[in-house]
């Protein structure tokens, strides 16, 4: 089994990122992970919303991209109340995906400050866009963000 660190989910945050605009950073990010041996993972709601966002932004070749190369998991009720005690009730695709990382053992990556406080408890790993393009695409390992 591949090590945490080659095993994440790209929340929506990071996909809006990719395609909002041309070329960014967000969008070299995700596919330096498509083309590497890291293991994506996405749950259905996670697939719902980066469709949502490719319909609304009229971009689907990454879509395309991504929903042939994620590994679709689905967390088990232990996991999701695990995660629910950490976020308000309406956040419910938040606390899926955050029990999609639990499941999976993968690292969480977003902008979305939602997941602070599951990020503060060490339940999951959480990284930001900056924190996960400083350390995958551009080579600064110890890179943290200041709190």
Excluded at 70 to 95: K, M, R
Excluded at 126 to 145: C, F, H, M, P, Q
Aim: hydrophobic share 40%.
């Amino acid at each position: 089994m591949p090590v945490r660190g080659s095993r994440y989910l790209l929340d929506n945050t990071v996909f809006i990122a990719a395609v909002k605009r041309k070329w960014t950073k967000s969008t070299e990010l995700i596919y330096h992970l498509l083309d590497s041996s890291a293991e994506l993972f996405a749950n259905e709601l996670l697939l719902f919303e980066y469709e949502k966002y490719a319909e609304t932004l009229g971009t689907y070749e990454l879509l395309n991209y991504l929903k042939k190369a994620v590994i679709l998991v689905n967390p088990s009720q232990e996991e999701i109340d695990i995660c629910a005690a950490f976020f308000p009730e309406s956040e419910l695709s938040d606390i899926v995906h955050a029990a999609t990382c639990l499941y999976a053992d993968a690292v969480l990556i977003t902008n979305d400050n939602h997941f602070n406080k599951i990020k503060k408890a060490e339940i999951i790993e959480v990284w930001s866009n900056t924190k996960a393009v400083k350390r995958l695409l551009d080579g600064i390992e110890e890179y943290e963000e200041s709190k």
